[in-house]
C-alpha cells in the first residue's frame, strides 16, 4: 500500500527567510512524487511532480524540492518566503508498481509568512 | 482553474435530503475524479472515471454515487446526505495520454453542510 505523511500542521516562517515543508512517503515500487497548494476558497494548483531523473526539481513561483531516495521524503523549500506563499500545501504520491494506483495525499500543512 | 468548474460553491442541505454536485471541463481530458476534504485528513478520493463507460470506487464511496453523462462532465450524488458529509468537495481532471505521471486540475470545490 502506498503512503504519504506530512508531519506538521502548520510552518511559520519569517518573510525572506527561506522555508521547508516536510513530506514523507511509502511505496513498494517507485514513487510518482507531487506537490499541490491550496489558496483561500481555490482548488489546490499543481505547483511541482517528481517521476525521474535529477532529484532537485523547480515548479512554479520559485518553489522547488528534493527527492531523497533513502530517507523516503520529497520535502518542498524556496530560498525566500512571502507572505503570499502563506496557504495549504499538499504531498501525494503514486507507487508506479501499479497502473491501476491512484494519488494518495498527505494531511496538508499550513504555511504561514509574517512579515 | 476555469478549466474546471462545479456547481453550486455552496450548498447547505438537511440530513436526508438527496443533492447532487456538478463538475465539468473544458480541459478535453478522459479522467475525472471526486474527492473530499477534511481538515488534517487531506483529500480522499470517492469515485474516479477513466472514460464515460468506466466508473470506480475509491477509498471512501460509501453513501455516495456518481454518473459520468459525458466526457465533460461528473457529477456526484448523496442519496441521503447525513451530518458526516459535511466536507468540502473537490472534482479533478487528468490525461493519461500525457504520460503515467497523472498530473490532476482541480476545481474549485463545493462547500457541503449537512445539518
Known amino acids: 500500500a502506498q503512503s504519504v505523511a506530512q508531519p506538521e500542521d502548520q510552518v511559520n516562517v519569517a518573510e525572506g527567510n527561506p522555508l521547508t515543508v516536510k513530506c514523507t512517503y511509502s511505496?513498494?515500487?517507485?514513487?510518482?512524487l507531487f506537490w499541490y497548494v491550496q489558496y483561500p476558497n481555490r482548488g489546490l494548483q499543481f505547483l511541482l511532480k517528481?517521476?525521474?531523473?535529477?532529484?532537485l526539481v523547480k515548479g512554479s513561483y520559485g518553489f522547488e524540492a528534493e527527492f531523497n531516495k533513502s530517507q523516503t521524503s520529497f520535502h518542498l523549500k524556496k530560498p525566500s518566503a512571502l507572505v503570499s506563499d502563506s496557504a495549504l500545501y499538499f504531498c501525494?504520491?503514486?507507487?508506479?508498481?501499479?497502473?491501476?494506483?491512484?494519488?494518495?495525499f498527505g494531511g496538508g500543512t499550513r504555511l504561514m509568512v509574517k512579515p | 482553474d476555469a478549466d474546471v468548474t462545479q456547481t453550486p460553491r455552496n450548498r447547505i442541505t438537511k440530513t436526508g435530503k438527496r443533492i447532487m454536485l456538478e463538475c465539468s471541463q473544458t480541459?478535453?481530458?478522459?479522467?475525472m475524479y471526486w474527492y473530499r476534504q477534511d481538515p488534517g485528513l487531506g483529500l480522499r478520493l470517492i469515485y474516479y472515471?477513466?472514460?464515460?463507460?468506466?466508473?470506480n470506487k475509491g477509498e471512501i464511496s460509501d453513501g455516495y454515487s456518481v454518473s459520468r453523462q459525458a466526457q465533460a462532465k461528473f457529477s456526484l450524488s448523496l442519496e441521503s446526505a447525513i451530518p458526516n458529509q459535511t466536507a468540502l468537495y473537490f472534482c479533478?481532471?487528468?490525461?493519461?495520454?500525457?504520460?503515467?505521471?497523472?498530473?490532476?486540475?482541480f476545481g474549485p470545490g463545493t462547500r457541503l453542510t449537512v445539518l
Open positions: 479533478a481532471t487528468s490525461d493519461p495520454f500525457r504520460g503515467p505521471t497523472d498530473t490532476q486540475y
Open positions: 511505496v513498494s515500487g517507485n514513487p510518482y
Open positions: 517528481y517521476i525521474t531523473g535529477d532529484n
Open positions: 501525494a504520491v503514486r507507487d508506479s508498481s501499479n497502473a491501476g494506483n491512484m494519488l494518495t
Open positions: 480541459k478535453g481530458h478522459d479522467r
Open positions: 472515471s477513466f472514460d464515460v463507460k468506466d466508473i
